[in-house]
């Protein structure tokens, strides 16, 4: 079988992507990846075939133009997701022809997908992997975006539809013009509801990694979807550091990220958790600046605390106590299937999302702050590590994870795929 994967250009989106091409290359399949130009060198150093495609022409936005608000999250959102579909389109039509593959794999994100998905012309299949929480429509009216838990009576239910309408008004509504305006030009359908519902029910087949019981349980959930649990990091990928030893010292261990996007600023989070714990000679705190420099970490580094760049998470959950994150969903996922508490901060992206997902599930705390200080993460980690609670929960959802075998779940989700393809033959 051959297969196409199309991924976004951002770390955390295409990570997940390269693991399912190591997998379906791993069984024989034929492996062919496009993502942007910037980021072909990193699918060639996982050992994959990447044709990229370039946006070194797209038009320049910077977020600092406007003030913070929903015109802000807006625009930033159409500008990394909604500009690129054009020449994600073109990209893919003409790969689709060259290459002839019989399904084609796609971050939920990469958005150029939809005019394919929109029209009557012929197509292979195409599987959506969803690099988040699931963005449906909530049953209660709650928007997508702020983090709200799922309404509890009749009356929160109304608030939340108050909420809902004025989101739709300031960021859904206008969302979906401008996709719908780009479909136009392409000579594609609009689309058939909000973009966020939209991505989740077009693909033939969406593979969600998590596992049920981290996901609110009112609404429908798509007629496609598979949970699958959570994809295994390649082990070996990231070098241990010399300190790793200590890591089975006997101290508790406390890991902090602000993971690969919102880490621009290590004073939100990084640096006040440094901080927040330094006086705890009974952790050790375990810190990655998620690519970023270990010198842009200001400030003495404490004697309890060890810094990286990069450090490799699928060996390192099974020995931290505590995960002190900024809610990338990614690092969240790993750290549940180990059976990790949390304390969560951060709101922008989808993180205030995934930061009430953790207090929801009772596997953590969510401080529901971008940068909520030393002596709040202060109380809440110790609050933590101190409540067995936390820790039981975690384990519970580790043993739901436990229960999917993922590779072959995915394996099985893209064959699945690839037996429709009769319905939908790839374009000659």
């Given at each position: ?204 087949a969406l593979i969600q990694p998590t596992v049920r019981a981290f996901e609110y349980p009112d609404g429908g959930l798509p007629e496609r979807l598979r949970f ?201």
């Amino acid at each position: 079988m051959k297969l196409l994967l199309a991924a976004t250009p951002l770390t955390g989106h295409l990570n997940p992507l390269l693991a399912i091409a190591r997998l379906a290359q791993a069984r024989g399949d034929e492996v062919v990846v496009t993502t942007a130009r910037a980021f072909a060198d990193r699918v060639a150093a996982a050992g994959l075939r990447c044709v990229p495609y370039a946006d070194d022409d797209a038009p320049e936005f910077r977020a600092t133009d406007l003030p913070a608000g929903p015109e802000r999250s807006r625009r930033e959102f159409e500008r990394r997701f909604l500009d690129p579909i054009p020449v994600q389109a073109a990209a893919l039509r003409a790969l689709i022809a060259a290459e002839r593959p019989d399904v084609v794999v796609a971050g939920t994100l990469f958005l150029g997908v939809l005019p394919l998905l929109l029209s009557d012309a012929p197509r292979p299949p195409i599987v959506g992997y969803n690099v988040s929480f699931l963005f449906r429509d909530r049953a209660d009216g709650a928007p997508l975006g702020p983090g709200l838990p799922p309404a509890r009576d009749a009356a929160e239910a109304a608030r939340y539809a108050a909420f809902g309408a004025a989101a739709d008004a300031a960021f859904v509504n206008p969302v979906r013009a401008y996709a719908d305006a780009i479909l136009l030009r392409l000579d594609a359908r609009p689309l058939p509801a909000s973009l966020t519902q939209s991505i989740l029910t077009l693909p033939d087949a969406l593979i969600q990694p998590t596992v049920r019981a981290f996901e609110y349980p009112d609404g429908g959930l798509p007629e496609r979807l598979r949970f699958v649990g959570a994809l295994p990091l390649p082990a070996g990928e990231t070098a241990t550091p010399d300190w790793w030893p200590e890591l089975d010292g006997g101290r508790r261990v406390v890991l902090v990220t602000q993971g690969t996007l919102a880490n621009g600023d290590l004073g939100e989070l990084l640096e006040p958790t440094l901080a927040a714990l330094a006086h705890r000679d009974d952790l050790l705190v375990i810190a990655t600046t998620g690519g970023r420099p270990v010198e842009a970490v200001r400030g003495p580094v404490p004697a309890n605390a060890r810094i990286a760049r990069f450090l490799p998470f699928g060996a390192l959950m099974p020995k931290v106590d505590l995960l002190v994150t900024n809610g990338g969903y990614g690092s969240v996922t790993l750290a549940l299937a180990a059976g990790v508490p949390l304390v969560s901060a951060g709101v922008t992206e989808d993180k205030a999302e995934i930061g009430a997902r953790i207090a929801w599930s009772g596997a953590g705390l969510n401080l529901a702050a971008n940068a909520p200080g030393p002596e709040a993460i202060r109380t809440a980690a110790e609050a933590v590590l101190a409540d067995p609670r936390f820790r039981t929960r975690a384990r519970d959802l580790a043993l739901d994870f436990a229960r999917h075998d993922t590779p072959r779940e995915i394996l099985a989700v893209i064959d699945g795929a690839a037996s429709t393809a009769l319905a939908h033959p790839a374009a000659a």
